[in-house]
């Protein structure tokens, strides 16, 4: 496949500032014409012939200016026509299957319903167009259909007539003002009912809103509309960001590529992050709503009223979209733990793929296939790359510098580099060097040395920071990192402030003073870079700081580097008495603080992911490493077994509610049986079948499940058939079915596997329901990684199995095996030879073959 390079961007010769879109809907056969007003680009060049992008279509008609057009010509699938004017009406009919449609990309048929996927290149799947984001286009759409089959008809924009046509059709005309990229379209049809409400604007506007789902759904909907309405607020009052058309609607579908999608004012939605009630979702799918809701919501600002020049700009709109959308969870919850969560994520996807035969900057130089870089890079590490400008500016000069990014380029197809200049003009930034944070891949690896001068009484820190080889990069520039750090008395266990130090060369210095014995110090605090931090610190400092840091981020934070010792060492020479002993003894102090809420408690108690330790440990076993953290969670849990006893007692007692108070109960309710499990499973096990069987709700049912489900009782069974008859029919349910024994820490979990990908609810079709199964797998290391290489094969035989149907989702199964060079050898010989037996499949697409084949180089 071609590469696409980031440096050969060319504007559009040809713009579409008018498209109407004329659909004759049908389930099997939908007919589109589309009508572009074309006009030659004055900054173009000057190509007289329009290139319009296609993909699986065919012209059933063309015409220009109402003639039929000649001279057109097909390039690939792509459609030439050339044209001798400067402005034309361009008409072009195109047949589209949607039943057949397993891609869920373009217009597909999904439980009965039609609704599209455009980003990032679908909606060439639907008519031929410039498919590029720097093309802008009003859009005017006519659906048209049968009334029963399709009784709404949604599409962007406002409504602005509806009528009924002969032998039980109906017609919906749409209009949106505001000139979109193609991939922002969309429509839906289908047999919809809506939750519905109202949002006044901070300038009056009245937004009519509207949750749609199919009929039994409805009473899930509550916390998507609650959740979107405290989103509008938000971004009023945070970023001063109204909204701009009088309907806002948000449609749930069950067949979805990702998560969701932010086209403008029809905002359609896996059906995972909108459907929630206490008995069907865990506290973490309510925030998992919440934040896509916001999410999607902020995109209309920022993606939508600016949106990308070209694709390589993609982490514009979604790294700093991550980032409000962090920022409104935040607020709505507790910031830091919200911070403490996000950092997981980094580290356990971002940071693998940092180190990878994947990495890529957060602003990529080539692709081949743009779906494969909607990745943990340009989401995540773009949105940490924005919050070190945050930091460094301050909020108040942060906000003007986004006030005026909005208002300089509202309406238009922006870059990073946009982006960049306008916090530098606004918020007062010199970001000459941080831009490398947009060139260079790979995490940044820091050490820090604390030298204390008796003399002098000072303390100097000596940074170096080095950022590592990726593909293509052989060689790096140092980054401006932006470092907060606190220096502790020992004995006050106080500091004078915190310290915010740029570390902008390989080497550099900082001497502070007024100290009468070595500090401890505390760097890194609310994890302000996305770096590999080593603090060169002993094991003393970092249980004094999880002990006294005032930053619950740093608290968190020197635990977990007290852990990952431990571990690291264990695997190379056995447990460390005292380390343990250490670990275990702050671990108890984190149970019996009654200076912190449960929610920090349950933050606190979980071990570091074996993904990130791979990460230190590389090459490794990671089924090693994973023994060892079991061993860990042990040990500590048979030493703190009555107080985890005594906090699972404590916290069952709290009824339902969505309060801090009652959510943090319900997290700390089933950490406690994680480790408790790890050390004496007879008691986890009836702890947890006690816990099932008085859940009112899916948080309690689930962790309790999560918990049974590796442990070898009579009640595993009996409780995970209780679960599905329970929850049957309910699709989102089923899939939590899946993925509680996908995930099992079960010796037997690989058969389990096997034997689900037979259950009649296993569909290949859906990708909520493969991710519920082979992701789950995927990501549980001593099943994916068990010795025989057969985790490694169940993995290659889906992707080969699912590559034909759903490119997209087979592609996302390739980072796992990719990580082969993190991996002992004899297990790394086996994922890349399932690697290597992927790769010489015939008709591989586009997407898995530009993953794998990245992955063997
Ligand atoms: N902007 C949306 C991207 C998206 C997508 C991309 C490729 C294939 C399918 C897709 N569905 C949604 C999601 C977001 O970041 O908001
Ligand atoms: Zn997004």
Known sequence: ???????NYTPPSWLVPEIRLDFDLGTELTKCVATLKVERNPAGDGDQTLHLCG??????????????????????????????????????????????????????????????????????????????????????????????????????????????????????????????????????????VANRDTFTTMNGRKVELAVWVREGDLERTDHAMRSLINSMKWDEETFGREYDLDQFNIVAVSDFNMGAMENKGLNIFNTRYVLADPETATDGDYDGVEGVVGHEYFHNWSGNRITCRDWFQLSLKEGFTVLRDQMFSADMGSEPVKRIEDVRVLRAAQFPEDSGPLAHPIRPDSYQEISNFYTATVYNKGAEVIRM??????????????????????????????????????????????????????????????????????????????????????????MPIPIKVALFDRD????????????????????????????????????????QLDAEQGDDDLVFLAANDDDAFARYEALQQLVTRELLGAIEN???????????????????????????????????????????????????????????????????????????ERASAIGYSLSAEARGARKVKTQALVLLSAADAKEAAARAEAQYRAADNMTDRQGA??????????????????????????ALVTDKWFALQAGSLDPMVLDTVEALSNHADFTIKNPNRVRSLYMTMAVNQPAFHEESGRGYRMIADLVLKLDPLNAQTAARFIPALGRWRKIEPKRAAMMRAELERIAKAEGLSKDTREQVTKSLD
């Open 492 to 531: 006050t266990k106080a500091h004078d402030g915190e310290k915010l130090l740029i570390v902008d060369k390989d080497k550099a210095e900082f001497t502070f003073k007024g100290f009468t014995r070595p500090p401890v110090i505390s760097a890194n605090r609310g994890f302000t870079a996305p770096i």
């Open 55 to 192: 993909d699986n279509l065919a012209v059933m008609s063309l015409k220009v200016d109402g003639a039929d057009a000649e001279g057109w010509s097909m390039s690939g699938s792509n459609l030439l026509l050339p044209l001798t004017g400067t402005s034309h009406e361009v008409t072009i009919e195109t047949h589209l299957h949607p039943a057949t449609n397993s891609q869920l990309m373009g217009l597909y048929a999904s439980s009965g319903m039609l609704c599209t996927q455009c980003e990032a290149e679908g909606f060439r799947r639907i008519t031929f167009f410039p498919d590029r984001p720097d093309v802008l286009s009003k859009y005017t759409v006519r659906m048209e259909g049968d009334k029963e089959t399709f009784p709404v008809l949604l599409s962007n924009g406002n409504l602005v007539e509806t009528g009924e046509g002969e032998a039980g059709r109906h017609w919906a005309l749409w209009d949106d003002p505001w000139p979109k990229p193609s991939y922002l379209f969309a429509l839906v049809a289908g047999q919809l």
């Open 705 to 730: 499940l999560m918990v049974l489900a590796g442990i070898d009782c009579p009640a595993r069974a009996e409780l995970l058939e209780d679960f599905r008859k329970r929850f049957e029919g309910n």
């Open 1 to 7: 496949p071609a590469t696409i390079f980031r440096k």
């Open 574 to 648: 056995g447990p460390d008495e005292k380390r343990r002993t250490a670990i275990a003894d702050a671990m108890g102090a984190v149970l019996d603080d009654t200076q912190i809420d449960d929610l920090m408690r349950g933050e606190l108690m979980m071990m570091p992911a074996v993904t990130f330790l791979l990460e230190l440990a590389a090459p490794a076993d990671p089924v090693a490493l994973h023994d060892a953290r079991e061993r860990l969670k042990g040990y500590i849990g048979s030493r703190l077994r009555d107080r985890l006893i005594a906090l699972h």
């Open 389 to 478: 400008m945050h930091t460094m500016a301050g909020p108040e000069a942060f906000r003007k510098g986004t006030d005026l990014y909005f208002e300089r380029h509202d309406g238009e197809a922006a870059t990073c580099e946009d982006f960049v200049k306008a916090m530098e003009d606004g918020a007062g930034l010199d970001l000459a060097q941080f831009r490398l944070w947009y060139e260079q891949a790979g995490t940044p690896k820091v050490t820090m040395r604390a030298e204390f001068d008796q003399s002098e009484g000072a303390v100097t820190l000596h940074f170096t920071q080095k950022v590592p080889a990726t593909p293509g990069q052989p060689s790096k520039k140092a």
